[in-house]
């Protein structure tokens, strides 16, 4: 079956540190690639997504690079800010799945000034 | 534009009471999903819906009904809840298409005692 594995929380940085939260799945087929984010007490927003090999997503200074040979999907920002600090869900469709969306345990990012 | 709306945002049960979390969208989306999000363990679906009168289970399903009798509304039924069900549980919606990410409403926050 599918499954999506992100790297463990929290992580704690430094406002201005450059953020990398690693994304790999299991898929049978060739999945979107998706990043939601979810500030305290809210849902889940879309971040970015990629939808085939060697495709680049990016949102708000945030990017991520489908990459086919590691199936990874990480997450990168070159300077993070105090209002980055929220959970991070990685996520996958297959094809032929009525679009569902597999998650990720999700990593909790806390900036600090 | 409303989005995706859930009600009621919290909610306290006794074991044994049946209850409906609402969930409507005003974004004409033919896929709607319900997930419920509990700690270290991501989202899991619960169950899905690929247009009106269509539904399926997800990964969770016990324990919970859905109908869906048109696009907008998908409202998921707890029977008879249960301290296992103490959750928080979010509403989705998308276009059709693989590609298409969620729309996530704000989430209901419910206690099974």
């Known amino acids: 079956g599918n499954s999506v594995t992100q790297m463990e929380g929290p992580v704690t940085l430094s406002e201005e540190a450059f953020l990398t939260i690693n994304c790999t799945y299991t898929?049978?087929?060739?999945?979107?690639l998706f990043w939601y984010v979810q500030y305290p007490g809210e849902g889940l927003q879309l971040l970015l997504k990629a939808t085939k090999a060697d495709d680049k997503g990016s949102n708000k200074g945030f990017e991520a690079t489908y990459r086919k040979e590691t199936t990874s999907f990480h997450l990168e920002k070159g300077s993070v800010q105090v209002s980055d600090s929220a959970v991070y869900f990685c996520?996958?469709?297959?094809?032929?799945?009525?679009?569902?969306?597999?998650f990720g345990t999700g990593t909790r990012l806390q900036v600090t000034l | 534009n409303a989005g995706v709306t859930q009600t009621p945002k919290f909610q306290v049960l006794k074991t044994g009471q049946s209850m409906t979390l609402q969930c409507a969208q005003d974004?004409?989306?033919?896929?709607m999903s319900w997930y419920r999000q509990d700690p270290g363990m991501g989202l899991r679906l619960i169950h899905y819906s690929v247009g009106a009168g269509i539904t399926d289970q997800g990964e969770v399903p016990n324990g919970y009904n859905v109908s869906r009798s048109t696009t907008e509304d998908f409202p998921l039924r707890l029977l008879s809840a249960a301290p296992s069900q103490t959750s928080v549980y979010f509403c989705?919606?998308?276009?059709?298409?693989?590609?298409?990410?969620?729309?996530f409403g704000s989430g209901t926050r419910l206690t099974v005692v």
């Open positions: 996520a996958l469709i297959e094809p032929g799945t009525a679009s569902k969306l597999t």
């Open positions: 974004m004409n989306h033919e896929y």
């Open positions: 989705a919606s998308s276009y059709r298409g693989q590609g298409n990410g969620y729309t």
């Open positions: 898929a049978t087929g060739y999945p979107s």
